[in-house]
């Protein structure tokens, strides 16, 4: 892949972040039957990303959450998910020092 498609990519993956509830996002657990993902401080309003449940018959009986039931995300991929904003920033600290280079090294930077 060519820098310039890299840099545009990224330009494509930013766009959509910035379009994105804020970070940093963590799941916060409500009761056995609802996980909201969302900012910490803030996850009723602006803050709020989304809500997790499982179906109403797997939340019977059920007295803690658990990631991985039934339609709820597994553990894995729900730290995955709330790192988003993380993985954003960083996408946008890795385009910068690129951009370093390229002025450092000019033309000798392959694409
Ligand atoms: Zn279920």
């Known amino acids: 892949m060519k820098i ?10 930013l766009v959509l972040a910035s379009m994105a509830t804020t970070g940093p996002w ?9 996980a909201t993902l969302g900012r910490a401080d ?5 803050g709020f990303v ?8 797997c939340c019977k009986g059920k007295e803690s959450w658990k990631f991985g039931r039934c339609t709820t995300p597994s553990s894995e991929n729900a730290n995955f998910i709330a790192a988003a904003p993380d993985m954003a920033a ?6 910068a020092r ?6 450092l090294h000019g ?4 694409g």
Do not use: G, N
Not at 26 to 34: G, L, P, R, V
Not at 42 to 46: A, F, G, L, Q
Not at 50 to 57: A, L, Q, V
Not at 98 to 103: F, R
């Open 50 to 57: 989304m809500d997790s449940s499982p179906c109403e018959s």
């Open 107 to 110: 033309a000798s930077l392959p």
């Open 98 to 103: 690129v951009c370093e280079l390229e002025q």
């Open 90 to 95: 960083h996408i946008k600290r890795l385009d």
């Open 4 to 13: 310039a498609d890299l840099h545009a990519e990224t330009e494509r993956l």
């Open 42 to 46: 803030d996850w009723i309003s602006d």
């Open 26 to 34: 963590t799941w916060i657990i409500q009761d056995a039957s609802t």
